[in-house]
């Protein structure tokens, strides 16, 4: 079965786009308030997000209760202060929610999350985070020896 069909309802129950929203900035809200117990039962017994290798939090993180885990993790890693959510899209059994990461030193991260839903629930985030390091680095390198980095 590929990832897709993975993340289809097997009951047939399908949300509107409408229930779609109102699931994620619910699990959202309930997340930044500290209301873990309730935020898990938005999420599917196999639930799993994924945090990508660059990131020093790396690592699947699975369960009712990986955010139980995550969290604190990231807070303390990266020295997190605060998550704004910028807006949510919807579309077929997906959602992307756009989020600002700020950090404890003033600096912040943009990045969307990819939130797959199965049934009611959501069954898989993966987050993507943009960073411009390598590419300034690159460009500065360019500049300082002349050549270009293609």
Known sequence: MDDQAAARPQDGAIMTPEEQSALVKKHYAL?????????????????????????PFAGEYRGKDAFRTLIPLVAETVGLASVKYIATTIGDDHAVEIVEF??????????????????????????FYFDPTPMIAVAAQSKESGDSPA
């Open 31 to 55: 997340n930044t308030a500290g209301d873990h117990a309730a935020a898990r039962e938005l999420l599917t017994d196999d639930f799993c997000i994924t945090i990508p290798p660059c990131m």
């Open 102 to 127: 700020s950090l404890a030193d003033g600096s912040t991260v943009d990045g969307a999350e990819v939130i797959r839903f199965r049934g009611h629930q959501i069954c898989d985030i993966r987050p």
